[in-house]
């Protein structure tokens, strides 16, 4: 009798620890030098400096699957109906150097190759993180191709929140989003925002689909071609977390 009350306790501090576990990030970094065949024969410059999340599985499997498969498919040169067969990041970088030794024995001419990923935590609240995704690839042509995208989970399920979620009065936030834009670019309330640099559809404001938290505030970004020209660049309206607040669905405090 005493055994078995004792391995119910010990199972269920068992399985108080594990849903208890801290949601911890461990820093990854890989890059060409780390490929054996790249001391014998040139390779692309790639450069991967990504997070992975370690805890309890069920909430950091969803958020590791993201990080990968956005990795996984910034480096992904094959046949865009077809989908990638690299299932990790190690793969998915030594598959874009296969691509650039195929391209380049067809082209030997072409210019080297760039790959660079950036995956961090920007933000993280009591009931939400943020990570944000970058990446920058040039395979030939006259300029490079970058983009940024923001992942927001529910730090206690590991569910990916998406903007439907997280936002409760969409048409607030893109109110306050339009003041904020047209105070940044010293454009009056009276003029049309596509009379200058932006070609927003409809001639009407919207806000983006990628919507995150970083250096202390929300960001909308709008990637380059999105809202204006590539010279433009991408455009980031910036908002302080105490003003957006009362749009959430979610709470922000620490």
Not at 170 to 182: D, H, I, S, T, Y
């Amino acid at each position: 009798m005493i055994y078995r009350l004792l391995s119910l306790f010990l199972l269920s501090v068992f399985f108080f620890s594990c849903s208890d576990a801290p949601l911890l990030t461990e820093t990854q970094r890989l890059d060409q030098n780390t490929i054996a065949a790249c001391n014998d024969k040139p390779c692309p410059q790639v450069t991967l400096d990504y997070i992975k999340y370690s805890g309890e599985q069920e909430v950091i499997l969803p958020i590791n699957t993201k990080i990968e498969q956005f990795i996984i498919h910034s480096l992904y040169l094959g046949d865009p109906e077809s989908e990638p067969t690299a299932t990790n990041a190690q793969e998915s970088m030594e598959q874009f150097i296969k691509d650039y030794w195929r391209d380049t024995s067809e082209f030997p001419d072409i210019n080297e190759y760039v790959a660079e990923i950036a995956i961090a935590e920007t933000f993280r609240s009591k009931e939400l993180a943020a990570v944000a995704l970058s990446q920058y690839t040039y395979i030939g042509g006259a300029h490079g191709n970058g983009t940024v995208r923001y992942l927001i989970f529910d730090i206690a399920t590991g569910e990916i929140i998406t903007n439907e979620q997280l936002i409760k009065d969409k048409e607030g936030l893109a109110n306050l989003a339009e003041q904020q834009l047209r105070k940044d670019f010293q454009m009056d309330a009276y003029v049309n925002l596509n009379s200058e640099i932006f070609w927003f559809k409809n001639d009407t404001f919207y806000l983006s689909d990628n919507i995150g938290f970083e250096k202390g505030k929300m960001v909308i970004h709008y990637d380059q071609y999105e809202i204006a020209s590539y010279a433009d660049g991408p455009i980031d309206i910036e908002l302080s977390l105490k003003d957006v607040t009362h749009f959430l669905e979610f709470s922000l405090e620490k």
